[in-house]
């Protein structure tokens, strides 16, 4: 990943004046990396004296709180929210971390499009953006946003600047959204800028025991349940996925909190010969549904053709109006179509 020198030099230019209204706002669902590359990157401008307001549309999972800064990030929730609304609407700044289109942050996004005065900038991995933004930092090869964060960082500033609370956000995403460095773009750079991380006084251990060691154990029985009653298998001549799914009242009993399912998708990928597996996952207005494949079968592409999503070719999302039975019919048959 290069980024064009014009373009930090754009940043540098539009950063260069002190105590601006910043707001940066993070995707639906966030996740480590909507979380992680948001705090790193809102940490550095505010040490740069900018005034910075974190928001995103929904909940973050129980564990992405222990990150400096996390309890100054704004919950915009399914209506207005005044307070937030006048903050966007006197914001100089708006930056999108994580997602590629205004329209994925639902009721946040419509505040954010009736404000017309404030540049609008994406720093974004996911594949496909579109043209909302007065300047994009679009960068599909990249592993995670939290990765481009560091990089940015380092052309515009020098990674020496990077606090240890702004390097163990910047870890969680890259954690996070390559899978503990299991998925792919794992590229030299990224270790580079791990070690640099490291150096900068990261504890590896620590981190991945509060993300991936901080469930609850009823999130444990919910993953048992998942994979032991709600997982199938289907085949395609000789290509095979597996499905998950989960009712709300299958949440509900185990008592469900936000990023308790988070990585369940994963496991039916470890299923020799599996190289597609869904999740769906019942919610009140709609089946959300999350999507892992192996190698050249290209979810992001199968996101978008039937259900409304997309993200990156292993890893995408997507979600469905009909009820529960009825969407796993039509996955079942787009599988069917898509895949034979
Ligand atoms: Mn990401």
Redesign the pocket.
């Given at each position: 990943m290069k980024i064009e020198n014009h373009k930090i030099e754009q940043l540098r230019e539009l950063l260069s004046v002190e105590s601006q209204n910043i707001v940066i706002v993070g995707h639906a669902n966030p996740d480590g990396?909507?979380i992680g590359s948001s705090l790193a990157w809102g940490g550095i401008l505010e040490s740069k004296g900018q005034n910075v307001t974190y928001v995103v549309p929904n909940k973050f999972p129980y564990f992405l709180s222990w990150i400096s800064g996390a309890d100054k990030i704004h919950i915009y929730k399914d209506k207005k929210d005044d307070k937030i609304d006048t903050l966007i609407a006197n914001a100089d700044i708006i930056f999108c971390m994580?997602f590629n289109s205004i329209a994925r942050i639902e009721a946040l996004g419509e505040a954010i499009d009736s404000n017309t005065t404030a540049k609008r900038i994406l720093i974004d991995?996911h594949l496909n953006p579109v043209s909302d933004f007065s300047m994009m930092f679009s960068y599909p090869d990249s592993s995670?946003?939290a990765f481009l964060v560091y990089t940015i960082i380092s052309e515009l500033y020098g990674a020496d600047i990077i606090s240890t609370p702004i390097a163990e956000a910047m870890y969680v995403g890259i954690m996070t959204?390559t899978g503990n460095f299991s998925f792919s773009n794992l590229t030299p750079e990224l270790f580079k800028a791990v070690a640099k991380l490291v150096e900068l006084g990261i504890n590896i251990p620590k981190i991945n025991t509060q993300v991936y060691n901080g469930y609850s154990a009823d999130r444990v029985k919910l993953l048992g349940y998942a994979l032991g009653s709600k997982m199938e298998l289907m085949q395609v001549g000789d290509f095979e996925a597996a499905y998950i799914s989960l009712s709300e009242e299958d949440m509900r009993s185990h008592n469900f909190q936000v990023g308790d399912s988070e990585g369940f998708v994963n496991y039916p990928l470890s299923i020799k010969g599996v190289s597609l597996s869904a999740m769906f996952s019942e919610t009140r207005q709609f089946i959300r549904i999350s999507l892992r494949s192996r190698g050249d079968v290209d979810v992001n592409l199968f996101a978008k053709k039937y259900f409304e999503g997309g993200g990156h070719k292993n890893a995408a999302g997507g979600k469905s109006m009909k009820g529960l039975e009825e969407t796993i019919e039509y996955f079942k048959s787009a599988v069917n179509e898509f895949f034979k």
């Open positions: 990396d909507a994580d991995h995670s946003t959204d």
